[in-house]
């Protein structure tokens, strides 16, 4: 046979590291029960940290398993942003789900199958490769949703994410079937080939890049597919929201660059209007949408929709210095997050979890440390200039006026302003709207941590850019040839 | 050659004919064993095409698992079929609209072909010779080198899929008596049986 020889599994080793150690607490917590929780998350956290460091220190450059997976900067940036927000996602929410009863053992551990499936699509080389990660990923996450099972809103939320999500899975793998049949390969590199060659695609190429982009935005939730997207972070227990938009946005980003700038590079002019089109609705409903919003859970999902149209308004640029500003602004998007989720899952009130907005007045004096974290995060997340979420938003500017996108630019730019309205508008209702209920004192050492980490990078990103811009740099030099 | 055309018309008419009693037998439980012999049927079309993989996945999955679902369904819940056939033949007309549709497509791709010189010569995984190379072991080559990787995941996916509804639907109620094999077998005749020295003529 012509496949004698043991393939090179070293570069898959965080995969397969990973999975090992799943199956590993999977048993320690069949036999230990519900009470090792809090041992298997912390080990979970641990193990990812490693993870981490097998991307870093790993081999790169290099593609295995016959052309399907691929390790390079670009994929190792994603990784480690993944890693760092599902770290950040599963450490705050130790205290949330003791206090909420959800403690069961298979909590991290989902969380962790979760991660692996976001990194098998940010290294997937094909087609196929990027279903099965993406499906991975996504099939924890409907159990995720789910977690509460005994809520009515809980389970509708997975119940809803699911349906959905199945869905958009049958768009991608339709467009996937009709870019096989009409390229005769699944190959992101052979497909991009085929384009160098020969400038004019045929209709079924085309038909395929629009159903793939479709489920694309709807895993990144951009505007016409992010209907689900408030009800899940709404329904879904607080500590799996907090998940949810962080590491799987990362995620679905990541491969969302991977499937536009690799395989379908010759074709930028056919995909660049689709991806205009939904950058400039999510931007625009992202903003407008959010004013009406009670909820902070539900604020924070139309936040993220309207920051996916920024991100993706790099991504329509069709340069490399369009992808390196979507990853700069993830990285940043990814580091307020935290502190946001961190707050959101502090407001707690004689032993319940409250969710209004209205519920957060008079923060500012209760408690005052707290507040003033928010406060920067929100002033950064609006893009106010010396924080962090101000670069990202300008870096993703420069990107789209570099390729002369004029138009989408100003509309980035008035939502943007539309936007900075309702997260002013919590920092108004901290400060200066009559105090209710105060919140429960005690945070627990990891919260406390998390949120200085986020406060901390929010505001002196200003004084040292350079690392993460020349990281974002190599990353997005080695997917565009 | 004859006898392979008469195997495909007994096949291909039983199935016909079982898919009919599907939809139009009284009993459901009838219908569910009607469809385990189109799946049958099925697969012995299959078998006559040179497709010995899938004839047998055809019966294992489907006749094995799908239809052994479908008959837990139809057993387990109570369910009034002559309610839901209720305005069967109302839908009869879309129903023929459809497969009049699929019947004219079918024709369209079977008077045009389609065939690009470029995708050939870039297609992935060539099919092997089936007179060389029977298609089970076709796939054994290339499933556990080539596509490793593939597999493996798809593992992790279902493992994924256990975990789920595991978490989701299992319950653990307190109360409930288990048999506990160790201790009926280590029990000894003093634990439960208590002999008492009555003493004649003074009662207990």
Redesign the interface.
């Known amino acids: ?1 012509q ?1 004698n020889d043991v ?1 090179n599994f070293l570069p ?1 080793l965080p995969e397969i590291f990973m ?1 090992v150690i799943c ?1 590993v607490l ?1 048993i320690f917590g069949v036999f230990k029960g519900n009470k090792s929780t809090y041992l298997i998350s912390w080990l979970v956290i641990l193990s990812l940290f490693l993870t981490s460091l097998f991307c870093i220190l790993g081999p790169k450059d290099e593609i295995i ?2 052309n ?2 691929i390790v390079d900067d670009f994929s190792i940036f994603s990784k480690v942003l993944i890693i760092i927000g599902a770290i950040a996602a599963l450490a705050m929410s130790l205290s949330y789900i003791r206090n909420e009863g959800m403690e ?1 053992f ?1 909590y991290p ?2 969380i962790m ?1 979760s991660t ?2 976001m990194m ?1 699509m940010v290294s997937a080389n094909d087609l ?2 990027l279903y ?2 993406l ?2 990923q996504s ?2 996450l ?2 995720l949703a ?2 509460k ?1 005994d809520t009515l809103k809980s389970s509708e939320a ?1 119940l809803k994410y699911f349906v959905l999500g199945a869905l958009s899975s049958g768009m991608l793998l339709y467009g996937a079937s009709l870019i096989y049949g ?6 992101f590199e ?1 497909i991009q080939a ?1 384009f160098d060659s ?1 400038n004019e695609p045929s209709l079924g190429i085309i038909v395929g890049i629009v159903f793939i982009i479709s489920a694309m935005a709807f895993k990144v939730s951009a505007v016409p597919f992010h209907m689900w997207t408030p009800d899940v972070y709404e329904g879904s227990t607080t500590s799996v929201t907090a998940f949810l938009s962080m590491a799987p946005k990362v995620a679905a980003m990541a491969l969302f660059i991977r499937l536009v700038y690799v395989p379908f590079y010759g074709l930028v002019p056919e995909w660049q209007q689709v991806v205009i089109l939904i950058s400039a609705a999510s931007m625009v409903i992202g903003s407008l949408a959010a004013i009406r919003q009670t909820n902070i859970k539900r604020l924070m999902a139309y936040s993220s929709i309207g920051h996916m149209g920024f991100a993706l308004l790099g991504l329509s640029a069709g340069t490399q210095q369009g992808v390196e500003s979507v990853l700069i602004y993830m990285f940043i998007y990814l580091f307020m997050n935290i502190g946001v989720f961190v707050v959101i899952l502090s407001m707690r009130v004689n032993g319940v979890m409250v969710e209004n907005i209205n519920d957060l007045s008079g923060l500012g004096k209760n408690n005052p440390f707290l507040a003033i974290i928010f406060g920067i995060l929100m002033f950064s997340l609006a893009g106010i200039p010396p924080l962090a979420g101000f670069f990202g938003k300008f870096y993703v500017f420069l990107a789209a006026v570099d390729s002369g996108l004029y138009i989408l630019c100003v509309i980035g730019v008035i939502s943007s302003v539309i936007g900075a309205f309702y997260y002013l508008r919590i920092v108004k209702i901290m400060y200066f709207d009559d105090p209710v209920d105060i919140f429960e004192k005690p945070n627990s050492a990891s919260m406390i941590s998390l949120l200085s980490i986020s406060g901390i990078f929010t505001i002196f990103f200003i004084v040292a850019p350079t690392p993460l811009i020349s990281w974002a740099h190599h990353a997005a030099s080695s997917i565009i040839q | 050659m004859i006898i392979q055309s008469i195997a495909f018309y007994i096949f291909a008419g039983i199935i016909i004919a079982s898919a009919i009693m599907v939809i139009s037998a009284k009993n459901p439980v009838h219908s569910v064993l009607f469809l385990i012999l189109a799946f049958f049927n099925g697969a012995g079309l299959f078998v006559l095409v040179g497709a010995e993989f899938l004839a047998m996945i055809m019966v294992i999955v489907y006749v094995g698992a799908v239809a052994v679902l479908f008959m837990f369904v139809v057993m387990m819940l109570d369910i009034n079929f002559v309610e839901l056939r209720q305005g069967f033949l109302q839908y009869l007309p879309i129903g023929l609209l459809i497969g009049l549709i699929l019947l004219v497509e079918l024709i369209l791709i079977l008077s045009s072909q389609f065939e ?1 010189p ?7 995984l060539p099919i092997p010779p089936i007179e060389e190379v029977e298609n089970t072991k076709a796939l054994g ?1 290339v499933l556990y ?6 597999f ?3 593992g ?2 279902l ?3 256990m ?2 509804a ?3 639907t299992l319950r653990s109620r307190p109360g409930i008596k288990k048999q506990v094999i160790a201790k009926q077998v280590s029990r000894k005749r003093e634990d439960s049986v208590e002999i008492k020295k009555v003493t004649p003529g003074a009662g207990v």
Do not use: C, H, W
């Open positions: 046979m496949y393939p898959a999975s199956m999977l398993f016959s399907i997976f069961k298979e551990i989902l199958l692996l499936g098998m196929i490769s099965v990660g499906e991975l099939l924890a409907y159990v789910a977690f099972r997975g009409f390229s005769g390969t699944t190959n052979t085929m020969n | 690009d470029q995708i050939l010569a870039v297609s992935s080559n080198t080539k596509y490793i990787y593939l493996q995941s798809g992790l996916i493992l994924t899929a975990i789920g595991i978490v989701l």
